[in-house]
């Protein structure tokens, strides 16, 4: 680390009204070369004062341009009762041609001690900047040149294939998947059971059709005659079906209702055993 030292003595340059503090310590940046445009470069300034001696802040470098290409962009100080600490980082804009010197200018810091005004120089540094390239010219024999390749013409009938050949694949994967899940009913190899409810409802003319044709669906996803009571062992096996199960007691209550209490309301409608297939359906497709 460079150091600059200006030791000051108070008393012998004082004059009754302005004084100098005790010593000024700069700190350059430990390298003064290799920057470049835009580059950010900090300075530290150590001011050693008497104590009950206090900085005028309005003395302070403010952040702006101080030359050109030169700005500052920061400054910061610390305070203890003896010293003061200033740290300015300052950034270089300037774009050289070629490696170029650039001065930082010196400034004054304004203290006070009582009555007595105090001044500290901070004294000017410098550092050099660099350009970004250099440019050469280069220097190329003729002879050693070659011609280019002859480049073989590509066959426009192979991007072609390429494309027929994915296209036909992912519809192929895509009608398989279809198929497989039952999403379309026409190529179906066999419509999943609540998929064939759902169906079957979308064109129910009565509740108790619809009521019926999702009973089948239970059973058939069972592999039993399924009642309420078998809710939970069904759920145990079929876990996807989990969420829906208030869905499912709400319907087998709604079918109790509907076949075995004489003159009870019907709690379920065919728009809403509808609505219920196709969330067993969706459930159904999980597996």
């Given at each position: 680390m460079r150091h600059r030292h200006l030791?000051?003595?108070?008393?012998?340059?004082a004059t009754p009204a302005t004084a100098q503090v005790r010593n000024v310590t700069l700190q350059p940046p430990q390298r003064d070369f290799g920057y470049f445009l835009g580059d950010t470069i900090t300075a530290e300034a150590i001011v050693t004062l008497v104590p009950g001696t206090t900085l005028d802040p309005h003395s302070l470098p403010s952040p702006g341009q101080i030359s050109a290409g030169l700005d500052i962009t920061g400054v910061t100080t610390t305070n203890t009762a003896t010293s003061l600490d200033i740290r300015i980082e300052y950034q270089t804009f300037v774009a050289p041609e070629e490696a170029m010197q650039v001065r930082v200018p010196s400034y004054e810091l304004a203290f006070r001690q009582g009555t007595t005004r105090l001044t500290a120089p901070i004294p000017a540094w410098s550092f050099y900047t660099s350009p970004f390239r250099h440019e050469r010219i280069a220097v190329v024999d003729p002879a050693a040149l070659r011609p280019d390749h002859d480049v073989s013409p590509y066959p426009q009938g192979v991007p072609r294939r390429g494309l027929f050949v994915s296209l036909g694949t992912a519809f192929a994967a895509g009608f398989l998947l279809a198929r497989g899940r039952g999403w379309v009913p026409g190529f179906s190899?066999?419509?999943?059971?609540?998929?064939?409810?759902?169906?079957q409802i979308a064109n129910a003319n009565s509740d108790n059709d619809a009521l019926r044709a999702l009973h089948r669906a239970f059973d058939a996803a069972a592999a039993s005659r399924m009642l309420a009571a078998d809710i939970p062992e069904f759920l145990q096996r079929h876990p996807h079906f989990q969420p829906l199960r208030a869905d499912m007691e709400l319907f087998f209550a709604a079918s109790r209702a509907a076949f075995f209490s004489a003159g009870a309301a019907q709690t379920m409608r065919v728009r809403e055993l509808r609505a219920l297939a196709r969330k067993l359906r969706r459930a159904e497709r999980m597996a």
């Open positions: 030791p000051l003595a108070a008393l012998l340059a190899v066999k419509p999943k059971p609540f998929a064939r409810a759902a169906m």
